[in-house]
Structures are given as structure tokens and as C-alpha cells.
């Protein structure tokens, strides 16, 4: 007797089989060929934007590195400059007290000028004291301010006076009341002057008329 199969009962397994979804070798080939092809595009410009970003902080740091070589630079130089003039100008007060000193032996001299025979031995010694304060004076760049018959020059002279004259030109230096001096090229102290003023003659004056 043959057993009847009963209503909504399993059948046999492979009667009714299930369709499985199975991936497509082809489209997962062209999906992992372009990621494969995306891939290394992305990564290139990543490294590329990298890349521009170290080559700025390079750019920056080596800016910055020039502009503190160049301020040390400037630094050093300052530095030599300011020690050259310690050197050069370091005792500039000191030979400025010794100004008047100086001031007073010249007018001493020029007050024995004319003086009797015995004074005249006096002016001598005053003289050789002169000459050797001079001479010391040298030794550390101190040197005197020709004026007389020169050009007025403000940056060496102070005009203390204006005369009239017919022997100098306009502008000259006719007198000399206090000598000038220099330190190592540096004005230490202007030559007290009087500067002409040109004067025509009268037969000048109708000469030109």
C-alpha cells in the first residue's frame, strides 16, 4: 500500500530548489579594477598636498633662519663698531677737561708775544709745556683745526664775529681767537673765528660802474 503524500507537507528537497543569489565574476572585476585605478590617484594627491605643505614649513623655516642670520650679522657688526669707538673715543671726555687748559697756554703765548727778554724766557718754557701736552694729545688722535685763510666751514668753525675786509674774499676765516681740535676725525671742539665780509674798494667800485 502505497502511502499518499499528505497535504502541505515538505517535499523532496531538490522538487522545488531555492535560486541563490551567486555574485557576477565580471561586474566585481570591473568594481575592483576601478578602486584598483581610484586608489593610487587619491594616494598620489594626498602625498602631493603633503608634499606642498613640508615644502612651505621648509620655505618658512629657512626664512626665518635667513632673518636671524642676517639680525646676528648686524648684531656683530654693531658690536665692532661700538667697540671701535670705545676705543677710538673712550678718553674723549677726559682731553675735553683738558681743553681749557690747552685755551689758556695759547693765550698766555700770544699775551708774551711781544714781550721784554726776560719774559721772552718765561713765554719759551711756556712754549715747550705747550709742545709736549701737544704731543701727548697726539698720541691718542688729537689733532689741531687749521682755520686761519680757510674757508668758513660750520662744521669746524664758530663764528664769533663778521669783519669788513679787503684782503679776504667772502667767507674766509681772518681771525683765530680759539684753536679747534679734533679726535681721531671727530670734532672735539670748533675754532672760535671771525669771517670776513668782502669790502670793494671805491676805484673797484667805479671800475665796475
Given at each position: 500500500?502505497?502511502?499518499?503524500k499528505?497535504?502541505?507537507?515538505?517535499?523532496?528537497?531538490?522538487e522545488h530548489?531555492?535560486?541563490?543569489?551567486?555574485?557576477?565574476?565580471?561586474?566585481e572585476?570591473?568594481?575592483?579594477?576601478?578602486?584598483?585605478?581610484?586608489?593610487?590617484?587619491?594616494?598620489?594627491q594626498?602625498?602631493?598636498?603633503?608634499?606642498e605643505?613640508?615644502?612651505?614649513?621648509a620655505?618658512?623655516?629657512y626664512?626665518?633662519?635667513?632673518?636671524?642670520?642676517?639680525d646676528l650679522e648686524?648684531?656683530?657688526?654693531?658690536?665692532?663698531?661700538?667697540?671701535?669707538?670705545?676705543?677710538?673715543?673712550g678718553?674723549?671726555?677726559?682731553?675735553k677737561d683738558?681743553?681749557p687748559?690747552l685755551d689758556?697756554?695759547?693765550?698766555a703765548?700770544?699775551?708774551?708775544?711781544?714781550?721784554?727778554?726776560?719774559?721772552?724766557?718765561?713765554s719759551?718754557g711756556?712754549k715747550l709745556i705747550?709742545a709736549?701736552?701737544m704731543?701727548?694729545?697726539?698720541k691718542h688722535?688729537?689733532?689741531?683745526i687749521?682755520?686761519?685763510?680757510k674757508d668758513?666751514?660750520?662744521n669746524?668753525?664758530?663764528a664769533?664775529?663778521?669783519?669788513e675786509?679787503?684782503?679776504f674774499e667772502?667767507n674766509?676765516?681772518?681771525?683765530?681767537?680759539?684753536t679747534?681740535?679734533l679726535?681721531?676725525?671727530?670734532?672735539?671742539k670748533?675754532?672760535k673765528?671771525?669771517?670776513?665780509?668782502r669790502?670793494?674798494?671805491?676805484?673797484?667800485?667805479?671800475d665796475?660802474g
Amino acid at each position: 500500500m502505497v502511502k499518499s503524500k499528505e497535504k502541505g507537507g515538505k517535499g523532496h528537497p531538490h522538487e522545488h530548489p531555492e535560486k541563490l543569489h551567486k555574485p557576477d565574476p565580471e561586474s566585481e572585476g570591473r568594481e575592483s579594477a576601478y578602486e584598483t585605478e581610484e586608489a593610487p590617484e587619491v594616494k598620489a594627491q594626498e602625498v602631493l598636498k603633503k608634499l606642498e605643505e613640508k615644502e612651505k614649513e621648509a620655505q618658512a623655516h629657512y626664512d626665518k633662519y635667513m632673518r636671524t642670520a642676517a639680525d646676528l650679522e648686524n648684531y656683530k657688526k654693531r658690536m665692532a663698531r661700538e667697540h671701535a669707538d670705545l676705543v677710538r673715543y673712550g678718553n674723549e671726555k677726559l682731553i675735553k677737561d683738558l681743553m681749557p687748559i690747552l685755551d689758556s697756554l695759547d693765550r698766555a703765548l700770544k699775551q708774551t708775544s711781544d714781550a721784554s727778554a726776560e719774559v721772552q724766557a718765561f713765554s719759551d718754557g711756556l712754549k715747550l709745556i705747550e709742545a709736549q701736552f701737544m704731543a701727548c694729545l697726539q698720541k691718542h688722535g688729537v689733532e689741531k683745526i687749521e682755520a686761519r685763510g680757510k674757508d668758513f666751514d660750520p662744521n669746524l668753525h664758530q663764528a664769533v664775529m663778521m669783519i669788513e675786509s679787503e684782503e679776504f674774499e667772502d667767507n674766509k676765516v681772518v681771525e683765530e681767537f680759539e684753536t679747534g681740535y679734533l679726535l681721531n676725525g671727530r670734532l672735539l671742539k670748533p675754532a672760535k673765528v671771525s669771517v670776513s665780509k668782502r669790502v670793494v674798494k671805491s676805484a673797484e667800485a667805479a671800475d665796475r660802474g
